[in-house]
């Protein structure tokens, strides 16, 4: 069975920085694409970046490419998602995703996801 399950968020200012976790576990050896959304109070979900597990590519939404960055420890089986100069309006529930496939581009259309974790920018 696949388990994401997220870590890392919380409440930080406006320019400050979060670096989210997502561990992953059940994915059988092949190839998975992983992803990072979002979804802020009345608005739909949104694809921030994907990261091809294997090769390392990574794709990014324009609303975050230059501030987030998307990275995979094998090792550990983690996904992480550094934030930088956050915004208010980048207050969301983040989720992370997985597709299985090496994923040209962001996806949106996950076979799972994670729980979720909350993240707040005071502005």
């Known amino acids: 069975q696949v388990q994401l399950v997220e870590s890392g968020g919380g409440l930080v200012q406006a320019g400050g920085s979060l670096r989210l976790s997502c561990a992953a576990s059940g994915l059988i050896s092949g190839s998975y694409t992983m992803g990072w959304f979002r979804q802020a109070p009345g608005k739909e979900r949104e694809s921030l970046a994907s990261i091809i597990w294997r090769a390392g590519n990574t794709y990014y939404a324009d609303s975050v490419k230059g501030r987030f960055t998307i990275s995979r420890d094998n090792a550990k089986n983690t996904v992480y998602l550094q934030m930088n100069s956050l915004k208010a309006e980048d207050t969301a529930d983040y989720y992370c995703?997985?597709?299985?496939?090496?994923?040209?581009?962001?996806?949106?259309?996950?076979?799972?996801w994670g729980q979720g974790t909350q993240v707040t920018v005071s502005s």
């Open positions: 995703a997985a597709l299985r496939g090496n994923i040209i581009g962001i996806f949106t259309r996950p076979e799972y």
